[in-house]
């Protein structure tokens, strides 16, 4: 018992030793640097943030982050509550749920059975397929799909992203989810455009990639990736396991809802492991950067060798490569992914030849201080290709002009949304809702969308629109929305304004965005849901009945 009890407190001591890492005075005062220069890529009215200022701001519970420099991790750091109940605090040893990121895993597991020769890239998937096969039909041309393609997002598939299963519901098996079947909570996953016409990011074109591996392999996928993935890389605190394993409750994060509520059972569970499914912590993402980095010039092989890490990291189309993002600023590359689960994100970023990198998590829908807080890392460790945040003055507008820019927008065909907030505008687009800083009457900027806005006005000086111009480059001129009948918005962008119109109890207008993204898009189950709780929250239990 004695020798037993010693051990039990020998692993807890090194547990908290490696968690409160201490580290050097140059690189404590880099932290600091860090940790005090928050911006968002605007210095307003010259004020830079405090990590913990920006952490209170967007409500976020914890927050983790690892930072990469010379190809080395020079440190890793946790911040505020895995649990707010349970006082429980970040340490470096937090499990984080970041939704997508798991796609690059993923993806490195795909590539390492076709460096095996056990799969082609770009042979039909249905060769590989044996327990599911994918239902060709009129919609693809004739054209088959390949494993290229659903690891680059340009298989023309459905099914954005998953939303998770409550932990003590039904758990749908892979075969349900991908074809729609009860209980899955997602539509089937099908062709929505021929094989490669395009990038268009499907959740479910991953799914099928977990199907493929494990149908190959004859091995859970946990388990697979656990042998060739993560174990050769060092990630000692990453599982694809769904749910996580009893005994790793202590250690997981509690996600949050954007508003600070806790999500129902602290986390989903996601049979969709492959798509969203990994429990991780940055510095064991920033492990799996280092080798990437490493692979690609040549000089190491644990999993994948040059090959196999150039597809990995090099575009297939546009700027999607085969698990990642490619990012090219000013002639220096690198590779990315952000993350969305319920409850938590978080983004990675490493350079392709520069030795840089890091991995941020927070268990919050809002992923915002974690764009701030890179960009702060590549201020302090110097960045080649990104920029020194701007500084800018602000300019008082009575609300009798502002009044005038409350509405609905589109631009290029995306829907954006301008309403006040307690402390002036806000600018709604792509998700995020962004306080608006005026530069002049009709100039704002904000910090989390890029560009200089300038409202438009016609001759009577009401106001018709805003462009967008970004480094001194128009980039897009939008209308103020007076009518639905003439709009051209792009495929889905009706029901995501609809669903924001929805969140934010403004039923009327979510109605009419809804039908109209309907009526052009009638097989979109997600469109009918949305509507149906539009008029159910209206009160209106007739047509909400009969959607």
């Known amino acids: 018992m004695k020798k037993i009890s010693l051990a039990v407190l020998l692993c807890h001591w090194l547990t908290v030793v490696i968690a409160q890492q201490q580290y050097s005075k140059a690189v404590n005062e880099q932290i600091a640097r ?38 080395q991790i020079v440190w890793a750091k946790g911040y505020g509550y895995a649990d707010k109940k349970e006082g429980r605090k970040v340490t470096t040893n937090t499990l984080f749920e970041p939704g997508s990121i798991s796609k690059s895993l993923n993806a490195v597991g795909i590539l390492y059975l076709a460096q095996q020769e056990k799969l082609d890239l770009y042979q039909d998937i249905n060769q590989y397929l044996v327990n599911w096969k994918f239902p060709y039909d009129t919609v693809s041309h004739g ?14 598939l459905s099914v954005h992203g998953f939303p998770g299963y409550q932990r003590d519901s039904v758990i749908a098996a892979v075969t349900d989810i991908l074809d729609g079947r009860a209980p899955s909570n997602t539509e089937a996953v099908r062709s929505l455009a021929e094989p490669g016409t395009g990038p268009r990011y499907s959740g479910g074109g991953t799914l099928i990639t977990q199907q493929m591996l494990t149908d190959l392999t004859k091995q859970r996928y946990e388990q697979y990736m656990y042998e060739h993935v993560f174990r050769p890389l060092g990630m000692n605190n990453s599982s694809y396991s769904q749910p996580p394993a009893v005994n ?15 999500v129902p059972g602290k986390y989903h569970v996601y049979p969709e492991k492959a798509a969203a499914g990994l429990w991780t912590t940055p510095t064991d993402i920033c492990k799996y950067i280092l080798e990437m980095q490493q692979a690609y010039q040549g000089k190491s092989s644990k999993v994948l060798n040059q090959e196999m890490v150039k597809l990995h990291v090099t575009p297939y189309k546009n700027d999607v490569a085969m698990g990642t993002f490619i990012q090219n600023r000013n002639g220096e590359k690198y590779f990315d992914h952000t993350a969305s689960n319920e409850g938590f994100s978080g983004l990675f970023i490493g350079g392709l030849t520069n030795g840089k990198g890091a991995a941020i998590f ?11 807080l890179v960009n702060s890392i590549a201020l302090a460790y110097n960045w080649v290709g990104f920029r020194k945040p701007e500084e800018i003055t602000t300019l008082p507008v009575n609300d009798t002009i502002t009044s005038k820019y409350i509405g609905e927008y589109i631009l290029d065909g995306f829907f954006s949304e301008i309403k006040k907030g307690k402390d002036g505008l806000y600018l709604w687009a792509d998700g995020i809702n962004s306080k608006m800083y005026f530069t002049s009457s009709t100039d704002f900027r904000n910090l989390e969308l890029g560009g200089t806005k300038t409202f438009t006005f016609d001759n009577a000086g009401t106001v018709t629109g805003y ?7 128009l980039r897009a001129t939008g209308q103020k929305i007076t009518t639905l009948d003439t709009l051209k918005p792009r495929p889905g962008q009706s029901g995501v304004l609809g669903r924001h119109l929805l969140e934010t109890k403004n039923y009327d207008k979510a109605i009419g965005f809804l039908s109209k993204g309907l009526a052009s898009e009638p097989s979109d189950s997600s469109l009918v849901k949305n509507l149906a709780r539009s008029f159910l929250f209206k009160g209106d239990f007739t047509k909400a009945i009969e959607l």
């Not at 997981?252 to 508003?259: N, R, V």
Request: proline share 0%; net charge neutral.
């Open 34 to 71: 860090v940790e005090n220069s928050l911006s968002g890529g605007l210095v307003i009215d010259g004020k830079l943030y405090s990590l913990s200022e920006r952490m209170k701001h967007y409500n976020v519970a914890g927050l983790s982050v690892a930072v990469i420099d010379n190809y």
């Open 143 to 156: 054209k088959k799909i390949t494993t290229a393609q659903l690891l680059s997002h340009t298989a023309g």
């Open 248 to 262: 790793q409750r202590k250690n997981l994060a509690t996600g949050y809802k954007s508003d600070g509520n806790e």
């Open 362 to 372: 927070v268990n919050s829908d809002d992923a915002t201080i974690a764009f701030e």
């Open 467 to 473: 462009s967008n111009t970004i480094n001194g480059r």
